[in-house]
């Protein structure tokens, strides 16, 4: 299968995994192995200083993953490319899930700060990839100033509804020039090979693998599910149709 | 009294005893530096520079690591 390439880097998978909400260390690693995943995302925050015992990125392979900071958190563009900034000097990586969140409830991103930041970052030698709202016209805006992806939601982060941005999904996956990663809110397999069938370049899953009984095999089943989906798209699907259109001869029936 | 502002933690130490730099400020709380890095009055220090850079009393410092997230 031909490989997803994200400013010019090749990868064999197209299922971005997160490393939030694992119940340990250990699951999280097996989980990213069984998902097959070769990019990782990861958050950055304040040291707990009273209490100095987080270790959970250490299971994490660097040699294997590749670390995709978020800027999760951040609340307009300033926040955000301060926290890519400290990331950068944290991994020395200089790729960053853009994240731009005012709202708690819904964790909906900021279209106008997002774009602002993906300005900024861009410039500074950043490979930005935003989550952004399923709008084409702001898909576009962030192609033309230089953004390597954009990762338009499938349905509100950690959701599981799955994909009910579609019509807009279409449009965007329609119109890109760079990957579309659907990001947020896939819940099940299905919902990921649904949006690979569609034609999406790659999806990233956290809560749906994290908080399943058994990640692990979920972390699998993502796997499998992607592969499908990405198979049957480029396998071009049959056409739906109102009527039914028998499989079978409709000739040498035994009856006169 | 030295007051070092951490984390949004006011931290007090008696005049000349607070932690001269920021590998000493970790060494005093304990923290390990990998996969650390630190903002002095919102500015970046890389790890390489923890034990050149001087604090001194009044300053706001943030201690930042990357962790689990989707």
């Given at each position: 299968m031909e490989r997803l390439v994200i400013a010019e880097k090749g990868f064999d998978s197209r299922l971005l995994?997160?490393?939030?909400?694992?119940?340990?260390?250990?699951?999280?690693?097996?989980?990213?192995?069984?998902?097959g995943a070769e990019i990782?995302?990861?958050?950055?925050?304040?040291?707990?200083?009273?209490?100095?015992?987080?270790?959970?990125?250490?299971?994490?392979?660097?040699?294997r993953y590749l670390?995709l900071?978020?800027?999760?958190?951040?609340?307009?563009?300033?926040?955000?490319?301060?926290?890519?900034?400290?990331?950068?000097?944290?991994?020395?990586?200089?790729w960053?899930?853009?994240?731009?969140?005012?709202?708690?409830?819904?964790?909906?991103?900021?279209?106008?700060?997002?774009?602002?930041?993906?300005?900024?970052?861009?410039?500074?030698?950043?490979v930005?990839l935003?989550?952004?709202?399923?709008?084409?016209?702001?898909?576009?805006?962030?192609?033309?100033?230089?953004?390597a992806t954009?990762?338009?939601?499938?349905?509100?982060?950690?959701?599981?509804?799955?994909?009910?941005?579609?019509?807009?999904?279409?449009?965007?996956?329609?119109?890109?020039?760079v990957p579309?990663v659907?990001?947020?809110?896939?819940?099940?397999?299905?919902?990921?090979?649904?949006?690979?069938?569609?034609?999406?370049d790659a999806?990233?899953?956290?809560?749906?693998?994290?908080?399943?009984?058994?990640?692990?095999?979920?972390?699998?089943?993502?796997?499998?599910?992607v592969?499908?989906?990405r198979?049957?798209?480029?396998?071009?699907?049959?056409?739906?149709?109102?009527?039914?259109?028998?499989?079978?001869?409709?000739?040498?029936?035994?009856?006169? | 009294?030295?007051?070092?502002?951490?984390?949004?933690?006011?931290?007090?130490?008696?005049?000349?005893?607070?932690?001269?730099?920021?590998?000493?400020?970790?060494?005093?709380?304990?923290?390990?530096?990998?996969?650390?890095?630190?903002?002095?009055?919102?500015?970046?220090?890389?790890?390489?520079?923890?034990?050149?850079?001087?604090?001194?009393?009044?300053?706001?410092?943030?201690?930042?690591?990357?962790?689990?997230?989707?």
């Amino acid at each position: 299968m031909e490989r997803l390439v994200i400013a010019e880097k090749g990868f064999d998978s197209r299922l971005l995994v997160g490393t939030g909400k694992f119940a340990s260390p250990e699951v999280m690693a097996e989980s990213l192995e069984a998902a097959g995943a070769e990019i990782v995302t990861v958050a950055l925050r304040r040291v707990d200083i009273e209490n100095e015992n987080d270790d959970t990125l250490a299971a994490i392979d660097r040699s294997r993953y590749l670390l995709l900071p978020n800027t999760s958190g951040a609340r307009d563009a300033e926040e955000a490319i301060r926290l890519a900034k400290l990331a950068h000097a944290a991994t020395g990586i200089n790729w960053v899930k853009l994240e731009v969140t005012p709202d708690p409830y819904y964790l909906l991103p900021d279209p106008i700060e997002t774009l602002k930041a993906a300005e900024v970052l861009v410039k500074d030698g950043f490979v930005v990839l935003p989550y952004i709202n399923a709008d084409p016209i702001l898909s576009k805006r962030l192609e033309d100033v230089g953004t390597a992806t954009v990762m338009p939601l499938a349905s509100p982060i950690g959701s599981n509804q799955g994909l009910k941005t579609r019509a807009s999904l279409e449009i965007i996956i329609e119109q890109a020039t760079v990957p579309v990663v659907v990001d947020a809110g896939l819940g099940l397999p299905s919902h990921a090979a649904e949006a690979m069938e569609m034609g999406a370049d790659a999806v990233l899953v956290n809560t749906a693998i994290a908080t399943a009984a058994d990640p692990v095999a979920m972390g699998e089943a993502f796997k499998l599910a992607v592969e499908a989906g990405r198979t049957a798209f480029l396998s071009g699907p049959a056409a739906a149709k109102r009527k039914a259109s028998a499989s079978s001869p409709l000739t040498g029936f035994l009856r006169d | 009294m030295d007051v070092l502002k951490v984390n949004g933690v006011e931290k007090q130490f008696a005049e000349g005893e607070a932690p001269g730099t920021v590998s000493d400020l970790l060494d005093h709380l304990g923290v390990n530096a990998a996969m650390v890095v630190a903002e002095v009055d919102g500015r970046i220090v890389q790890r390489e520079e923890f034990g050149r850079t001087k604090l001194s009393t009044g300053q706001t410092i943030e201690l930042v690591r990357l962790m689990g997230g989707g």
